[in-house]
């Protein structure tokens, strides 16, 4: 449960943050959007003893509902074996042309392999994201993930990750 204590002041001061440096200016919440293949690379269980190299591959959909949700699904794999299968929704929230916070949520299955046992198959992954967006759409952009059973069992340590992403547009892999 401490992870997630850091976690969430980690999402407060962010917050904080980006509020004083806009000038309290309000986030635009994006209409539709390319679909975009996201790559990461990153540091698995960054905050406790049990790090490794972590990797993720994403398909996120462009295409809203409610307005402003979006879904993705995706693979994670680290180093010690760890695999990770989930999906998703997120929400882009632009601050003007270039910067766009990107919070999301999951629910995926998990094997742990010589990894962290995070004590259960399901576990829930909540992150928040702060990218820069290029003209061609592409972005690149920093996250931080905490993912665990929400108490599904007793054991419950869950592990956070720090990523970076570089997100494609899809139909830059076909010309479009």
Do not use: C
Not at 1 to 8: E, W
Not at 76 to 89: C, I, K, Q, T
């Amino acid at each position: 449960m401490g992870g997630f204590i850091v976690f969430q002041r980690w999402v407060a001061a962010a917050g904080a943050f980006l509020v004083a440096i806009t000038g309290f200016a309000m986030p635009a919440l994006a209409a539709d959007e390319v679909d975009r293949l996201s790559l990461g690379a990153g540091w698995f269980d960054v905050l406790d003893d049990q790090d490794s190299a972590d990797f993720r591959l994403e398909y996120r959909f462009g295409k809203t509902f409610l307005g402003f949700v979006k879904p993705w699904v995706g693979a994670e794999a680290n180093l010690d074996g760890a695999l990770y299968g989930a999906g998703g929704v997120l929400a882009d929230l632009h601050l003007g042309d270039r910067i766009v916070i990107t919070p999301s949520f999951g629910v995926g299955l998990y094997s742990d392999g010589g990894s962290k046992d995070l004590g259960h198959v399901v576990e829930f992954r909540s992150q928040i994201e702060i990218g820069y967006q290029f003209e061609d759409q592409s972005r690149i952009s920093l996250g931080f993930s905490h993912t665990s059973n929400a108490h599904l069992d007793e054991d419950n340590p869950g592990v956070e990750v720090a990523m970076i992403y570089y997100h494609l547009p899809v139909g830059r892999l076909f010309g479009r």
